[in-house]
């Protein structure tokens, strides 16, 4: 039987929606947000394309581990 190894690798993730708007979008490796301004509040597709635009060009900074 097939393991499934679970991608810890940074992904998109919309975490919350004004109706079907996504507002706040973040990474799920870093935990970096990400907003959509409010002049997109009427655009869904173009509101979505912008935070993973976001999403896509940021660079994950992890805190440091070490003691």
């Known amino acids: ?4 190894v679970p991608n810890d ?5 919309v975490l919350k929606k004004l109706g079907r708007i996504p507002v706040m979008a973040g990474c799920t490796r ?4 990400f907003f959509t ?4 509040f009427n655009d ?3 509101a979505e394309q912008y ?3 976001k999403f896509d060009s ?3 900074h992890l805190p440091s581990t070490s003691d």
């Open 30 to 33: 870093c935990g970096l947000k």
């Open 51 to 53: 935070l993973r635009a």
């Open 58 to 60: 940021h660079k994950c």
């Open 44 to 46: 869904d597709f173009g």
């Open 1 to 4: 039987m097939a393991q499934i």
């Open 9 to 13: 690798g940074p992904q998109f993730a």
């Open 37 to 40: 301004p409010s002049m997109m």
